[in-house]
């Protein structure tokens, strides 16, 4: 599995290093990571593994994300193990989501420099397009499921707080808001 991601970097930089060398419109400033389509703020974000709204299913119905969790351990009075557990699914979540990153932009370059290179057609088309769904659904899985895993290590009052500090839910003029748990 290693050497696929491996392949898939190395696959990566040259492309970006095709793309950049096939780039005559003397735009100096151009980077050489540009792809039309997607921002670079959204390449830099699937490659650093951040959750881009993946997870947002989850964290609107009360299934809490590591990373904000980890953030907000004070005011939830996380137990050391419950802080343990929450580092790990971050870390879990964080290095598959960067390899999946990296593979999607790789496919979303790959498509890009189909169409600059017209090469493409309508059967590499659907290839291109089922890949890059493929893998944007593995993707959003990840960042799904750190949030369920998440939800089973806190309890119900630090899921009700953690809620509320993220803004979702105002605790009620006195803290008696409903308790409608998901």
């Excluded at 980077?31 to 997607?38: F, M, N, V, Y």
């Excluded at 904000?68 to 050391?80: G, I």
């Excluded at 059967?123 to 998440?150: D, M, N, P, Y």
Aim: net charge positive; no cysteine; glycine share 8%.
């Amino acid at each position: 599995m290693r050497s696929r991601a491996v392949v898939l970097s190395i696959l990566l930089a040259l492309v970006i290093r095709d793309v950049s060398a096939s780039d005559h419109s003397g735009h100096v400033d151009a980077k050489p990571h540009e792809i039309k389509a997607l921002p670079a703020s959204d390449i830099a974000g699937l490659l650093a593994g951040k959750g881009m709204g993946y997870g947002k299913a989850a964290e609107l119905n009360g299934y809490p994300g590591p990373k904000h969790v980890l953030e907000l351990s004070k005011e939830l009075s996380l137990t050391p193990e419950q802080q343990k557990k929450t580092q790990a699914i971050f870390a879990q979540m964080e290095a598959a989501a960067k390899k999946l990153g990296a593979e999607l932009v790789a496919a979303e370059v790959a498509l890009d420099h189909a169409f600059k290179n017209k090469t493409i057609n309508e059967s590499s088309l659907s290839e291109h397009t089922r890949k890059i769904g493929e893998i944007e659904a593995r993707l959003r899985a990840v960042h799904l499921a750190a949030h369920l895993q998440q939800a089973s290590v806190m309890s119900d009052v630090q899921i009700k707080q953690y809620m509320v500090l993220r803004g979702y839910e105002d605790a009620g003029a006195h803290g008696h808001g409903k308790h409608h748990h998901h």
